[in-house]
Structures are given as structure tokens and as C-alpha cells.
């Protein structure tokens, strides 16, 4: 990752000073500071790449970091009757690393630890979804950093993986900023990849998410060793200098409504990405159950396979068996771009995975008696 270096920066060690000239987009400081008293708060594995790259760091030098508390929010019940308790990936990481560690959904009336009788001065929050509160920040000493996978202000918000690749972007960058008492991703930007960030070669969020860790982790380390913590607030632009990103996208948490299909508007390039991205996707059907319609969820659960069909006849949304008998049966539904796709598997709503016709049949949607361009077809209850 190539990052811009704007001027030389120096730590503090207890018996020597350390010159770092990588390149990087921040600002330099000269001052020294007491060794750093970490609160890590962190959920997943994007976050668990920046404990683990803290451990190591507080491992082969003790005088930089003395210490590292973790916090997580508790695990959620999941599953059928909420049964499964889920628990953060976080978790397991920091009892791996025998950290001390502190599960909490709220900071009212939490008061942070104070490792061998002092506070934590320095606060940490890598994807950990709850503000740090101005009673926290304002408790620690040299407040507190956050690293985002996206280069800010583009792409802010709980989601941004996820959006770039819907977005089509095939550049991205990290940035590490201050925590702000009040808004997520409002900061101080302190250091960033420079514009216009790296090709990433990703197609999918957890390969995304694999590239971005490790760079988060990087990034974040240059900012700690070269104490860029110390005086956020002392340069000009958000603590960078040189060109910024000109775009600030949002990137809203993804909700069910945004893998409902519309096909009347949606390509046949846009449903097959959306399902690779953040499927499975799904519709709306009319089902028939002892006799009574009632409305159920198709879900696409295998997504669709791209052909070279067209068609500019069938039905756009209505799922459709041809070649019936023949080697060559399969299930295809038209798109707005009069492409055909193909689907695999698909599953009713309260139903297991199955192949098309059987899921559709015991769902009381196909209809076994069409007859399509002098042939005979299965056609199903059209999706909405």
C-alpha cells in the first residue's frame, strides 16, 4: 500500500529516539509520552487483525504499549427460538491472548479498568458499532483513534466494504482517525492511504475484508509508534495534507429491503453481483397452503448463473422450466436486459433448499400445463 509522507516523525522509547521516513499521509510530532494503557473495543474480524497487530507490538516492546484491556458488546441470541448465544469473534481473540476482557452493551455506569493502578490513556475502537462516550474519551489521556477500511470521507458509515463493492470501485483505501464524542467517522483524520487508493481485486466482502484488516492494522501501528495521537488538532485538512477523495458516499448498514429483488430495474449483471455481495437475495410470492393463498418469501438461496440466453418473450421476473424431459431442463428467469439466468436451487419460505420445480410444486406456485412457443413449459407464480 503506498501511503504519503509529509514530513519525519519520531516516537517515544525509553533510551533512544526512532526515525521513521516511510511514507506516510500525516503529520509529525516531537513530543514523548508515557507509555500507552490500551481499552480496545472491537466485534469481529476486521477488528481482531488490529488487537492482534497491538499484542504484538505491546510483546516486542513493552515501553510503547504497557497494556491492553479489551472490550465487546455480549453475544446475541440467534437461530431458531433464539436458543444460540453467538458470540463476537473479538472475544476469542482476546482469551487466545490471555487480555483481560469486558463484555458490555452499554458504557452507562461502566467505568473503564485501571491496568496496575492507572488509568487507560489511550482508547482504541475498531468496528465495535457503539460511541465511545465524551465521559470515556475524555478520561483517557491521549483520547482515542478508530481505523475504517475506506479512505473518509467516502464510504462512511457501518458498511463500507460492502459498498464499495456495490459501488463498483475497484480502488479503495484505509484511514485511521480520532475518536468523535457524538458521530460516527467525524474524526480527525490523522492518516490515510494515499489518493487514489490501492486496486484491492476483491469480488467479495470477506476477501475485501481480508486485504483492508491487514492495511487497518498497518496504518494503525505507523500512527501509534510515530504518536500522531498526541496533537490530532495541530494540522490543517483533518491532519492530512495533499488531495482527498472528492466523493463522501454514505454506507448505511445493509437491510433485508436491499436484497429484495426488482426486476423490472435491476440488470442481470446488478442481481447476480448483489447476490455475490450481500446475498441471498430474495421476492415476494403468493403460495397455497390447505387450500388458502398467503404470501411467502422466495429466496434465490444459490443465486443465479449468468448464460449467454436472451429472450425477449418470456415474461421479465417469471421463473420458467424449459426443455422439460430433456437433458437440457433447467429453470431460467428473464431480466430487465432481456438476459437469461439460471437458478439452481431455490427455497420457500419455512421450506428447505431445493431444486426449482420440486420447491415450486410443494408450494403450490408452478404451473405444470403451459405452453410456451409451441412447447411445454413450467411456469411459475410470478415474483414480486
Given at each position: ?24 499521509r500525516?503529520y ?67 482469551k ?6 469486558y ?9 473503564p ?29 491521549y483520547?482515542?483513534?478508530?481505523v ?37 467517522d ?6 490515510q492511504?494515499a ?52 466523493t463522501?458516499?454514505?454506507a ?40 388458502k ?22 415474461p ?35 421450506g ?33
Open positions: 500500500m503506498r501511503i504519503l509522507l509529509h514530513s519525519q516523525i519520531c516516537r517515544y522509547s525509553p533510551t533512544l529516539t526512532v526515525r521513521f521516513t516511510t511514507q506516510l500525516i509529525s510530532t516531537q513530543k514523548s509520552y508515557e507509555p500507552l494503557r490500551i481499552l480496545f473495543c472491537g466485534s469481529d474480524e476486521f477488528s481482531s487483525a488490529s488487537l492482534r497487530a497491538l499484542h504484538n507490538e505491546r510483546q516486542k516492546d513493552p515501553a510503547l504499549i504497557a497494556s491492553i484491556d479489551v472490550v465487546c458488546r455480549p453475544g446475541k441470541p440467534v437461530g431458531r427460538g433464539l436458543r444460540t448465544i453467538r458470540k463476537v469473534p473479538i472475544l476469542g481473540v482476546a487466545e491472548l490471555s487480555l483481560p476482557l463484555e458490555i452493551d452499554t458504557f452507562t455506569k461502566w467505568e479498568p485501571k491496568p496496575q493502578g492507572f488509568s487507560i490513556n489511550l482508547i482504541v475502537a475498531v468496528s465495535f458499532g457503539l460511541l465511545v462516550p465524551p465521559r470515556i474519551l475524555e478520561g483517557a489521556q483520547g482515542g483513534l478508530n475504517h477500511p475506506s479512505m473518509l470521507p467516502d464510504f462512511h458509515g457501518p458498511a463500507p466494504l460492502h459498498h464499495t463493492l456495490l459501488s463498483g470501485c475497484e480502488r479503495t483505501g484505509v484511514t485511521v482517525q480520532t475518536l468523535h464524542p457524538k458521530h460516527f467525524k474524526g480527525t483524520i490523522l492518516a492511504t489518493y487514489p487508493g490501492f486496486l484491492h481485486n476483491c469480488s467479495t466482502v470477506p476477501e475485501l475484508l481480508d486485504v483492508t484488516a491487514s492495511e487497518c492494522a498497518e496504518l494503525l501501528m505507523q500512527c501509534i509508534k510515530s504518536g500522531l495521537f498526541l496533537a490530532p488538532n495541530s494540522n490543517t485538512e483533518n491532519g492530512c495534507t495533499g488531495q482527498r477523495p472528492v463522501a458516499r454514505p448505511p448498514k445493509i437491510k433485508t429491503e436491499d436484497r429484495h429483488v426488482v426486476w423490472d430495474t435491476w440488470t442481470s449483471q446488478e442481481i447476480v453481483s448483489r447476490h455475490r455481495i450481500i446475498g441471498p437475495l430474495w421476492n415476494n410470492i403468493r403460495t397455497v397452503s390447505d387450500g393463498i398467503q404470501h411467502s418469501r422466495i429466496i434465490w438461496s444459490a443465486g443465479f448463473v449468468s448464460t449467454l440466453l436472451r429472450s425477449e418473450s418470456i421479465i421476473g417469471q421463473p420458467i422450466v424449459i426443455g422439460l424431459g430433456l437433458p437440457s431442463q433447467a429453470t431460467y428467469v428473464r431480466t430487465c436486459d432481456n438476459t437469461l439466468l439460471q437458478i439452481k436451487y431455490i427455497k420457500i419460505e419455512g428447505v433448499e431445493d431444486e426449482p420445480v420440486r420447491a415450486a410444486i410443494r408450494a403450490g406456485i408452478a404451473d405444470l400445463n403451459k405452453t410456451f412457443d409451441g412447447d411445454k413449459v413450467i411456469l411459475f407464480r410470478k415474483p414480486f
